[in-house]
Every structure is written in structure tokens, then in C-alpha cells.
């Protein structure tokens, strides 16, 4: 079982950077896949970022590769979104999630959520 809490979400002004953090209790998060996703109003979840169990691996979505990086500290059980150059489509709901590890794309491969964090960048 593992719990995650995200948070570092806000409102900055488009161009602007935000980071956030999503800390996980549980003997075993070293052993997850972690994820970020989105979801805009009215939209669909979608994949952001993904990295793999040591850190060595990360995956992007073509939306935000270049400005977005996503790392982990599996000494601190948390994971990490630091987002750059940030423009008003980014605005959504963020929320890290954690899995087993395959299809790290697809939302329902993940088997735990956080509650998520609002991001909104106005123009």
C-alpha cells in the first residue's frame, strides 16, 4: 500500500516555474514506477511525466518535454515535477501516481493516486 500526498501547486503568471512535490509513505516505493498527470476542466486525465524505479529512465509527453523534468529520492519517498517556461495550457490538476511498471503512459496502469494539486498559469 502506498499513500501520496502532492503539493507546491499555485498560480504564477505564464513564463513562470513551479515545482511539485508528491511525498509517499510505504515500505516499498523504491519498488514503484511513478508518474504525473494531469487533468484540465472538462478533459480527460492525461499522462505528463513518468520516471522509472531507480531514476534512471524518465518519459515525457511531447506537450511538455523541454520544460518540464520530473525526478525522484526514493531516500525521501518523493518524487518530483519541476516546470518551466510555463504557458496557460499547462493549467490542470496535477496529481502523482504510483504502479507496478508497464505502460507508464496510461493512467490506468497506475494503482495509486494522490488527492492532486491546482496549477494555473494565467496569461
Known amino acids: 500500500q502506498v499513500q501520496l500526498v502532492e503539493s507546491g501547486g499555485g498560480l504564477v503568471q505564464a513564463g513562470g516555474s513551479l515545482r511539485l512535490s508528491c511525498a509517499a509513505s510505504g515500505r516499498t516505493y523504491s519498488s514503484y514506477v511513478m508518474g504525473w498527470f494531469r487533468q484540465a476542466p472538462g478533459k480527460e486525465r492525461e499522462f505528463v511525466a513518468a520516471i522509472s524505479r531507480s531514476g534512471g529512465g524518465t518519459f515525457y509527453a511531447d506537450s511538455v518535454k523541454g520544460r518540464f523534468t520530473i525526478s525522484r529520492d526514493n531516500a525521501k519517498k518523493s518524487v518530483y515535477l519541476q516546470m518551466i517556461s510555463l504557458k496557460p495550457e499547462d493549467t490542470a490538476v496535477y496529481y502523482c501516481?504510483?504502479?507496478?511498471?508497464?505502460?507508464?503512459?496510461?493512467?490506468?496502469?497506475?494503482?495509486?493516486w494522490g488527492q492532486g494539486t491546482q496549477v494555473t498559469v494565467s496569461s
Open positions: 501516481a504510483a504502479q507496478g511498471g508497464s505502460n507508464y503512459w496510461r493512467a490506468s496502469s497506475y494503482d495509486y
